[in-house]
C-alpha cells in the first residue's frame, strides 16, 4: 500500500541511528512563534510563499514553546524582556536550538546601550548567528541550513558541537 | 477661544501662579508655580467656558543646570472650542516632586509612571507610582541627561579574546 508497490522490492536498508534520527530532527524543526521587533517582519517574509519555509520542514511555528524546537530570536532583547526570553527557552523540550536573527540579536547591532541586551547569547545559548540588519529571508533560510548541517554532526548522546572559533582575522592588515 | 482672551481668563483666577508666557505656533504655553498647577489643570477641565476636558499629552524634561532642573509638561486640548494649551512646572533638582493630575484625567496615569520611571519625577496623589517600562529593580532614571548611556565595547577580531573572556555567555 505505498511505495514499495511502486518501486518493488526494496531489500533492507542498513544505517547508523544517529543519522536517521538527526536527519528527522533537521526536517522536522517547529520554530517558536515570536518575533522581538523588525527583524519578524523578514522572518515572516521566510514563511511566507515567496520563500516558504515548508520546503524544510519548518510550515508550523507553534505558539507553545512546548511544542517548538527551534528558538528564531528575531530582533532585539531589552532588558526586560530577557528574562521572559529565558523561561521561554528554559521551558522548550530538549532536543532545542536557538538562531540569532540579525545584527540586534547577535551583538546589540545599533542599540548600544543600557536598555539592550548586547547580544542574545547573554541570555540564551546560540547556535547559529545570521548577521544583517535585517538579514534577507535567504540569509534567514541560509543560516537555518546551517543550523541543519550543524544537527547532523550531533552525537547521539546529545553533544552538541563546540563553537567555531576564528583562527585569524578575516581581515588582515599587512 | 483665543490665545489672549483664555490667558485674560486664568490671570485673572490664577493670578501670581503663573510664572512665564510663551507662544509658539499658535500655541499658548504657561509656566506655572507647582501650587498653582493643580489647580489650573481643575480650573481648565471644569470651567463649563473652557472644557478643556482632553489631556493630549504629559511628559518630563530634563534641563540639566538649570534651577528647577526637571519640567513636567502637559498639554490640555478642549475639543469644544478646537483650541489646545501647555502647561508646564518646574520641579526642583533635590527633591523633584509635582502634584499629579490622575485625580482629574485618568489618562494622566501611565504617563505619569513613565516620567517617573525615565526622568524620576514624583508625582503627589498619584494612586500607583511605580516604574512601568523599565525593569523593577532598574537602579537610576534613564533619561536622565547624566545618566550614563551604558554602552558595551564593540568586540572585532582584533580585540574579541579579550571582550570574550569577560562577557557573561549563557549556559545551555
Ligand atoms: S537587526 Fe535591524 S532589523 Fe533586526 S531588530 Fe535590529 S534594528 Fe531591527
Not at chain 1, 500500500?1 to 522536522?28: C, D, F, H, P, Q
Not at chain 1, 517574509?45 to 527551534?70: H, I, K, T, V, W
Not at chain 1, 540569532?100 to 546589540?108: E, K, P, R, S
Not at chain 2, 481643575?42 to 489631556?55: C, E
Request: charged share 20%; net charge negative.
Amino acid at each position: 500500500m505505498g511505495i514499495e508497490e511502486k518501486a518493488g522490492n526494496l531489500g533492507v536498508v542498513t544505517t547508523s541511528l544517529e543519522y536517521v534520527v538527526n536527519w528527522g530532527r533537521t526536517n522536522a524543526m517547529w520554530p517558536l512563534l515570536f518575533g522581538l521587533a523588525c527583524c519578524a517582519i523578514e522572518m515572516m517574509g521566510a514563511q511566507a510563499s515567496n520563500y516558504d519555509l515548508s520546503r524544510f520542514g519548518m510550515e508550523l511555528n507553534r505558539a507553545s514553546p512546548r511544542q517548538a524546537d527551534l528558538m528564531i530570536v528575531a530582533g532585539r532583547v531589552s532588558r526586560k524582556m530577557a528574562p521572559v526570553v529565558r523561561r521561554l527557552y528554559d521551558q522548550m523540550p530538549e532536543p532545542k536550538w536557538v538562531v540569532a536573527m540579525g545584527d540586534c540579536a547577535a551583538c546589540g547591532g545599533v542599540f548600544n546601550n543600557y536598555a539592550i541586551v548586547q547580544g542574545v547569547d547573554e541570555v540564551v545559548p546560540v547556535d547559529v548567528y545570521v548577521a544583517g540588519c535585517p538579514p534577507r529571508p535567504e540569509a534567514l533560510i541560509d543560516g537555518i541550513m546551517l543550523l541543519h548541517q550543524k544537527v547532523m554532526r550531533e552525537k547521539i548522546s546529545g553533544q552538541k558541537e563546540q563553537p567555531v572559533r576564528l583562527q585569524q582575522p578575516l581581515i588582515q592588515v599587512k | 477661544m483665543d490665545n489672549a482672551h483664555l490667558l485674560a481668563t486664568l490671570r485673572e483666577r490664577l493670578g501670581t501662579g503663573i510664572i512665564a508666557v510663551g507662544e509658539h505656533r499658535g500655541d499658548l504655553s504657561l509656566t506655572l508655580a507647582p501650587g498653582a498647577y493643580y489647580a489650573a489643570a481643575q480650573y481648565l477641565r471644569d470651567d463649563p467656558d473652557l472644557a478643556y476636558h482632553f489631556l493630549e499629552n504629559l511628559c518630563g524634561v530634563d534641563y540639566l543646570g538649570r534651577e528647577p532642573r526637571f519640567e513636567v509638561v502637559a498639554h490640555l486640548v478642549s475639543l469644544r472650542h478646537g483650541h489646545r494649551v501647555c502647561l508646564k512646572v518646574g520641579a526642583p533638582e533635590a527633591s523633584p516632586r509635582v502634584p499629579s493630575l490622575t485625580p482629574l484625567f485618568p489618562t494622566a496615569n501611565y504617563q505619569e509612571r513613565e516620567t517617573y520611571d525615565l526622568l524620576g519625577i514624583a508625582f503627589d496623589g498619584h494612586p500607583s507610582l511605580t516604574r512601568i517600562l523599565m525593569p523593577e529593580d532598574w537602579v537610576g532614571h534613564p533619561q536622565r541627561k547624566d545618566h550614563p548611556l551604558g554602552e558595551e565595547e564593540v568586540a572585532f577580531t582584533f580585540n574579541q579574546d579579550s571582550i570574550y573572556a569577560r562577557k557573561p555567555f549563557a549556559k545551555s
